[in-house]
């Protein structure tokens, strides 16, 4: 429930028209309550704050001029936008676009400008009712006056927004803030049943080994956007059976592919038996969401790969930028310690009777780091400059590695670095400098633990 629930709240969040929906809401319903106000005692009540305006008509007329500006306004925000998100796919690449949609501050302020139109058609619209003898809403045409200099400088300062968020390394940091806010995310939930996976070493089995009775079986193609972990485990217990997944968030499945394994705890061969396991089976799939896309937040290699894009697009030649690539490179290096915390690449799950009902592929370390480097060093294996950061932060992460599988994933890494170097770098200086960064991590050495009593000594 809690991964589909995200899944919906990461939808919310990134549309660009449910903010604005909202604030029209609010304009309307605000006009509404406007009017209905009584109009008499607002005057007495704020004599020298009300606008000095004896006619209706007058009234309307200025709430009509207003209105038409607004609507000029907010079609050149949504003009600049589209300039601004056209730009961003363009040197940024089309991933990108989802962050400025789900930006709070282009959300709010095309709201702002929705909100304010609504609330003066709503005005004009309960004005017109009313004869040209009617008491002047001075209170409406107060708050549309009000709305509309808000209006003015918000323009100003989106204008502004969007100048800064399209710089390079604004989108950097911001897509890093979320790329560690998903993996901390992440890792509140997954560390336990990957700590339990790891103490047991826990395998899975290979898909092609699962007997077709025991299959899961896929029944849509499409991106594995989250697991419903927590249903499945509870599915297994009701039905006295052990599952076993082998896919994970973010893997891409065809209809009719084998995903995991449903193996029942009793001999009950009997029809029933069979029904539960089929109902099971049913179960699994809906507890599976699969969708035409990635989800950034239940994904943690998809937002790896977002940082990866940006500096892939600037490596290429038609971009050519490297520092935007070294930027992204540095700030994948800043949230990779954080990825350090999947240790083993399985996770299970017990129900209350300490039963083992769920063994589920996880993203772990080594899967991270391969998706934050291998494009990026296939990309540059003839610039120095960019390999050169990446054997550094390589060698900052060996000093943070915890297990030796980790060390030798960096070590792998390291490797491939001084090959490419060697391979495709023609100055000998350039070369020596990068293959000696990488040399530093494989020579590494895992640091010894020093006991009380020799320290003491």
Known sequence: MVQRLIRVWEFLTYSLWVSPLLFALGGATFAVGIMAAPQDILRDMFPSLLPGFNEIQAVRGLLE??????????????????????????????????????????????????????????????????????????????????LFVISVFVLILFVHHLGRSIVADEVIQRVGKNLEETIQSASNTLTDPIKAAERAQTTLPDPQDIPRDQAICVASSGYVQGVDYEKICEIAKQTDTRISLVIRAGQHVLIGDIVGRIVPLNDDVSKQAQDNIDQCHADILEAIMIGSHRTAMLDVEFALRQLVEVALRALSPGINDPFTAIAAIYRLGDALPHAMQFRYPVGIWRDDD????????????????????????????????????????????????????????????????????????????????????????????????????????
């Not at 772990?364 to 998706?371: P, Q, R, W």
């Not at 040399?439 to 050495?445: A, D, F, G, N």
Request: net charge negative.
């Open 65 to 146: 001029t207003l209105l038409a500006t607004l609507v000029t306004l907010t079609t050149f925000a949504l003009s600049i936008t589209m300039v601004v998100l056209t730009l961003a796919a363009g040197s940024l690449g089309p991933r990108m676009i989802r962050n400025f949609m789900g930006d709070n501050k282009t959300q709010n302020a095309l709201g702002t400008f929705v909100g304010s139109i609504l609330f003066l058609i709503t005005s004009l619209m309960l004005m017109g009712e009313k004869p040209d003898s009617a008491p002047v809403p001075h209170l409406a045409v107060t708050v549309g006056i009000a």
């Open 354 to 457: 300490d039963e083992v009902r769920l063994h589920a592929l996880m993203s772990d370390f080594g899967g991270m780091l391969g998706a934050a480097y291998d494009q990026i060093r296939q990309s540059a294996t003839a610039k120095p400059d960019v390999l050169l950061p990446m054997a550094e932060i390589l060698e900052s992460l060996m000093r943070l590695a915890e297990t030796d599988h980790q060390r030798e994933v960096l070590r792998t890494h390291a490797r491939m670095i001084a090959n490419a170097a060697e391979r495709d770098i023609p100055e000998e200086n350039d070369r020596k400098t990068v293959v000696r960064a990488a040399t530093r991590v494989l020579h590494h050495q895992k640091p010894v633990k020093i006991s009380a009593s020799e320290d003491d000594a």
